[in-house]
């Protein structure tokens, strides 16, 4: 899975209930994301419209948040960055089908700063205004929105990316794939831009590319699948290299593994050897013989 960091509306549906009627809702932000460069104490003001493009009211709240986002994850938290936005009006309203509003915010960084990179966002949530019905539950579409916010801060440039914790199968299967895990946390003061691949060699050859970013103080998870075709038999040898860096990956982690595959075919035709082998040692015939005689 690759990780794209933040898209311009990151949107995901959940359910609550069960049944009919489906009730669907949607939501639309602009612009999808801010980028700022503060001083120690420096104050910028942003404005953001959410408007409904859905055939239902909604009601919207709207959250300040730290993000905390890898490969897999995708965490809120309310400490960092989360702490110098302040939304200004209300939090909570509704919107009519077609309504827009307009939404400000203030960021005001602190006068000490220990790091260089952070990123927060606007979290605005949408579910439809549900009416009463008799006779049955109701499912409720909603929709979220991540509006990222990312603040550049004066202060020293320390790139420093920690390979805190690896996993890597030692068996796999032809077709079943495996993963390979790198959890990862940046010590340094600016955010880690990794690129990189895993490398297998065996009988065959393959590479898997890696990319990702990891911002201050953030634990990653990388997890990257490979799944071993036919051809792919015995010993293989993986090599991990993830390079990273603020503007240049110039900084490098490795890592080796040895993986065994067993491909399919080759257990099957074990079987069929051990079946044919218990067979004929308890003297069991085959049931059809051919016998030709010469004339």
Request: proline content about 5%; glycine content about 8%; cysteine-free.
């Amino acid at each position: 899975m690759k990780f794209k960091i933040f898209v311009a509306t990151l949107m995901f549906i959940f359910f609550l209930g069960s049944l009919y009627p489906i009730i669907a809702t949607g939501l639309w932000a602009s612009p999808a994301e801010f980028r700022y460069d503060l001083k120690p104490g420096g104050t910028v003001t942003g404005e953001v419209t959410v408007k409904n493009i859905g055939n239902e009211t909604v009601n919207v709240t709207v959250e300040k948040k730290r993000l905390l986002m890898d490969s897999i994850h995708l965490v809120y938290s309310d400490k960092g960055i989360a702490n110098w936005i302040t939304i200004n009006g209300n939090t909570t309203f509704t919107l009519k089908p077609g309504e827009s509003r307009k939404i400000t915010f203030t960021v005001k960084a602190p006068s000490k700063i220990n790091y260089s990179d952070a990123v927060g966002a606007l979290v605005i949530r949408g579910l439809p205004v549900v009416e009463n019905v008799t006779g049955g539950t109701q499912i409720t579409h909603g929709v979220e929105l991540v509006v990222p916010i990312r603040v550049g801060l004066p202060g020293p440039i320390i790139e420093s990316l920690q390979l805190i914790d690896h996993k890597a199968p030692i068996i796999l299967l032809s077709f079943i794939p495996g993963e390979f895990v790198y959890e990862l946390k940046n010590n340094g003061t600016v955010q880690a831009n990794m690129t990189g691949s895993i490398d297998i060699k065996g009988l065959t050859s393959h590479s898997i590319p890696i990319e990702g970013v990891v911002y201050p103080e953030d634990n990653y998870t990388l997890v990257e699948r490979w799944t071993p075709g036919w051809t792919d038999l015995g010993l293989y040898k993986v090599d991990t290299t993830i390079k990273y860096g603020r503007f240049q990956a110039i900084k490098t982690i490795n890592t080796t593994d040895t993986v065994v595959v067993i491909p399919v075919w080759l257990i099957i035709l074990i079987i069929i050897g051990l079946v044919i082998w218990m067979l004929r040692r308890r003297g069991v015939e085959a049931p059809i013989k051919i016998k030709i005689e010469r004339k």
